[in-house]
């Protein structure tokens, strides 16, 4: 499809395993970004990529998380030493620009990744 | 933290009834977005408001952003079964960065 892809659509995982959720953004947007959303809140973010590099990461929690973006087009967040408290769904968006959210540009968001920590 | 509050948190109507949502901060925005989110599906965005006083009109939707910048809302007219879901406000940061509210679930009953 055309849309932000992500996989998995779930995951279910033990406490202290290490996990990887991948986002497919829309071809051709230069702009991707990670936003964490727990249950019964709005969707909080964690990291903005402009093409390969990670332009503000300041959102992510701890040293635990990471996420990459080699080739400016898919991107990884990884999480080690995963805890009960990472449970949540993990949100993938992408934009075509580099510049302002304006009334001409939008986020586009993928479906994300359930992740459960058991 | 959440810096946009939204209010109600839940709300049911009857098909064909108006409602209205709230979004406030204490902060000012740049702009401010909503967006609707259903289960299983990540948001997707429903307008941008960028000056203060502003109104805009999607079908049925009104959405109106503050003179200062620090709040929104968001009326439905007539509501419709199709109109059921979360809907979100989000500020925009740094020209790039949303800080989203909690939500507003909406049900409207057949």
């Known amino acids: 499809g055309a849309g932000v892809s992500q996989t998995p659509s779930n995951k279910v995982t033990e406490k202290g395993k290490y996990v990887e959720l991948r986002c497919d953004p829309i071809?051709?947007?230069?702009?991707l970004y990670w936003y964490r959303q727990s249950l019964g809140q709005g969707p909080e973010f964690l990291i903005y990529?402009?093409?390969?590099?990670?332009?503000?990461d300041s959102g992510l929690p701890n040293d635990r998380f990471f996420a990459v973006r080699p080739e400016g087009s898919v991107s990884t967040l990884k999480i080690q030493r995963t805890e009960r408290g990472d449970s949540a769904v993990y949100l993938c968006?992408?934009?075509?620009?580099?510049?302002?959210?304006?009334?001409?540009?939008?986020?586009?968001f993928g479906p994300g990744t359930r992740l459960t920590v058991l | 933290t959440q810096l946009l509050e939204q209010s109600p948190q839940f709300l049911s109507i009857q098909e064909g009834e108006n409602l209205t949502v709230y979004c406030n901060s204490s902060?000012?925005?740049?702009?401010l977005q909503w967006y609707r989110q259903e289960p299983g599906e990540g948001p997707v965005l429903l307008v941008t408001?960028?000056?203060?006083?502003e109104v805009k009109k999607l079908k049925r939707l009104t959405f109106q952003f503050g003179d200062a910048r620090k709040d929104s809302s968001l009326h439905i007219t007539a509501a419709q079964p199709g109109d059921t879901g979360l809907y979100l406000c989000?500020?925009?940061?740094?020209?790039?960065?949303?800080?989203f509210g909690a939500g507003t679930t909406v049900t409207v009953r057949a």
């Open positions: 968006a992408s934009s075509s620009t580099s510049g302002a959210l304006t009334s001409t540009d939008t986020q586009y």
């Open positions: 071809s051709g947007h230069t702009a």
């Open positions: 990529f402009q093409g390969t590099g990670a332009a503000d």
């Open positions: 902060s000012v925005f740049s702009s």
């Open positions: 408001v960028v000056t203060g006083g």
């Open positions: 989000a500020g925009v940061e740094d020209d790039y960065k949303l800080s």
